[in-house]
Structure formats: C-alpha cells, structure tokens
C-alpha cells in the first residue's frame, strides 16, 4: 500500500465549478500535511499547507481529518488557471523527508 | 530573491556515461533534497542533506547514484555510469528548517526547476 494515495483523476471540470480532491495517508505518526501545485513540465510549488483545524486561502479550502487519515482540498470558483496537478504531501514524526502522492490532475474547461 | 537553481536544464546522453546533475540552494536552507520524478513512480525522494551532511541515503537506486554537499550552497547528483531507466527529471528542494524548530513553514520545501535526464 502506498503511503499517500490520490486519486489520479482527471477531474474535468467547467469554469467557475467547486471541485473536491481527497487523499488518503497510512501512516498515523504523520505530523505535517501540506498541498503543491505541479503545472506541466515544472517544478513542485506549495500551494497550502493544512492545519488540525482546517485552513482557507481564498478559493482554496483544505481540512485535514486525523482520526480517518485523509486530507481534502476544496476549490470554489475554479479557473482555467487551476488547471495543474495537485500533489498530497505528508511528513511523518521523526522523519525529515517529505512523502508526495503521485498527484490527482485538474482539467477546468472554458 | 534567487530560488533553487538546478543545471543544465536537459542533459541528454548515451548509456554509461556519466552524468552530473548540480544544485545550488536558497541561501540560508540548511536541508536540501534530490528528488525523481517519473509518469510510473511519481516524485521519490532520492537522498536528503541537513547542514550538508546526508542524513537519509535509503532512496538511492544502486550503486551507480552517489550524491554529495562540499558545502552549503552546492549539492551534485552523479549518475555513473548512466542506463536509459535513468530518464526521468531529477529535482533539487531546499527547506529552511532549523533544528529543534517544527511548524509548517519550516517544513516547506521548494523546488528548482528540475533537470530533465534522457539516457539513449
């Protein structure tokens, strides 16, 4: 099993639409939790980090829920610009290293 | 402000040939990560440093990859000698996490723009 798991999608979704992502992480020491942004044939960006109590940036929601081991990211009034795959990252109690999930990718169509 | 500055950009070369991937972090980063990014496994962590010394090797495919920090502003990724599975883009991350010190800011990581490898 992997340790962080997405789903792949695409999702294709229509301007202006609200799109959900979920991941789910298998191992409970994990301590930090965060959400990059990977447009195509770039680098990794963060996009949001995700707090115990759930956190806003704009359009962009994310919760994180500890007891069932998964993150959400919510994005409201998506844009054409949103297009980009949306990587689940978590950090685990006692390591440095970061685990990224192989990403869930965001189609938003005219 | 200069970000992490990964060169060359794309490298193409023949099998067993070496190859030498460099990375110069943020200044001020005292954790950098070499990481690969391909379609079937997704980004993987190759090695990581902290104050320049490799705390977590477990990553590195074989032998042939061997990674060092000579000091805090340069990191190179070596590849010797190359085999066409090598291909993939190999990214450079630098944190800025002190010791001791945990909050969500400090784990961030922030990536170069990634060097693009085919071996032939």
């Known amino acids: 099993r992997k340790e962080v798991e997405q789903d792949p999608g695409p999702f294709n979704v229509p301007e202006g639409a609200t799109v959900a ?14 959400w990059y942004r990977q447009d195509c044939r770039k680098e990794p960006k963060l996009l949001m980090s995700v707090y115990s109590s759930g956190n806003e940036d704009g359009r962009f929601t994310a919760q994180l829920n500890r007891a069932s081991q998964y993150i959400s990211l919510l994005i409201r009034d998506s844009k054409l610009s949103d297009s980009a795959t949306y990587l689940c990252v978590v950090r685990a109690t006692g390591r440095r ?3 990224f999930g192989s990403g869930t990718r965001l189609q938003v169509q005219p | 402000d200069a970000g992490v500055i990964q060169s060359p950009r794309h490298e193409v070369t023949e099998m067993g040939q070496e190859v030498t991937l460099r990375c110069k972090p943020i200044s001020g980063h005292n954790s950098l990560f070499w990481y690969r990014q391909t379609m079937m496994r997704g980004l993987e962590l190759l090695i990581y440093f902290n104050n320049n010394v490799p705390i977590d090797d477990s990553g590195m495919p074989e032998d042939r990859f061997s990674a060092k920090m000579p000091n805090a502003s340069f990191s190179t990724l070596k590849i010797q000698p190359s085999e066409p599975r090598d291909s993939a883009v190999y990214f450079c991350a630098s944190s800025p996490r002190r010791s001791g010190l945990i909050s969500p800011s400090t784990d961030t990581q922030y990536f170069g723009p990634g060097t693009r490898l085919t071996v032939l």
């Not at chain 1, 789910?24 to 301590?31: F, G, K, L, V």
Request: charged share 0%.
């Open chain 1, 97 to 99: 290293a970061l685990t």
């Open chain 1, 21 to 34: 992502f979920n991941c789910t992480y298998s191992n409970s020491a994990s301590q930090s939790f965060f």
